[in-house]
T-cell receptor, first 116, second 114 residues
């Protein structure tokens, strides 16, 4: 049963520290999304990649957030420096819109981040 | 610009009764429409989608949704609710033209009362 995996599942850190979240998309999927979920803002799209190239990162605060795909099996989201307002659940999702399973996104379990 | 609205923050229904979770959308062209469900402390799970074809779409766990172009709606329905259906439900839309990112609604919390 193929799944999107995310590490760590939980992260508590102090303001100013660097945070790195990792995502392993489903093997063969060529599109990866990063979302942030909070009670106040709901689900926000931060960035997405297709074939490892960033297509849209307009939802991401550029001064402190960065997203990369070093290879097809790994996506990373970094926050440096972290702030308390970054506390949220961060989800990664993957998909393969050119395949028969058109447009469906498969979500990982999320990384719950708390910045003190 | 595309958008999706879920007018109800919360829906309560008794177990065994039919349920409806409402969704309306706005796109310039024709839409792709989706429903996802989120259980506590979990990621979103795909339920069903409308791409083309029949307006009535059947999905997982007995859910279905009806695409109504004239009313720009895509309401989620189930004939008989289960307590285990209690969760957060998200509607999502994207314009089929070009490649646009999917826009998610704010979510509707469904509570099924035993």
């Amino acid at each position: 049963d193929a799944r999107v995996t995310q590490t760590p599942r939980h992260k508590v850190t102090e303001m100013g520290q660097e945070v790195t979240m990792r995502c392993q998309p489903i093997l063969g999927h060529n599109t990866v999304f990063w979302y942030r979920q909070t009670m106040m803002q709901g689900l926000e799209l931060l960035a997405y990649f297709r074939n490892r190239a960033p297509l849209d990162d307009s939802g991401m605060p550029k001064d402190r957030f960065s997203a990369e795909m070093p290879d097809a099996t790994l996506a990373t989201l970094k926050i440096q420096p972290s702030e308390p307002r970054d506390s949220a659940v961060y989800f990664c999702a993957s998909g393969w819109p050119l395949a028969g399973d058109q447009e469906t996104q498969y979500f990982g379990p999320g990384t719950r981040l708390l910045v003190l | 610009a595309q958008s999706v609205a879920q007018p109800e923050d919360q829906v309560k229904v008794a177990e065994g009764n039919p349920l409806t979770v409402k969704c309306t959308y706005s796109v310039s062209g024709n839409p792709y429409l989706f429903w996802y469900v989120q259980y506590p402390n979990r990621g979103l799970q795909f339920l069903l989608k409308y791409i083309t074809g029949d307006n009535l779409v059947k999905g997982s766990y007995g859910f279905e949704a009806e695409f109504n172009k004239s009313q720009t709606s895509f309401h989620l329905k189930k004939p008989s609710a289960l307590v285990s259906d209690s969760a957060l439900y998200f509607c999502a839309v994207r314009d089929i033209r070009g490649y646009q990112k999917v826009t998610f609604g704010t979510g509707t919390k469904l509570q099924v009362i035993p």
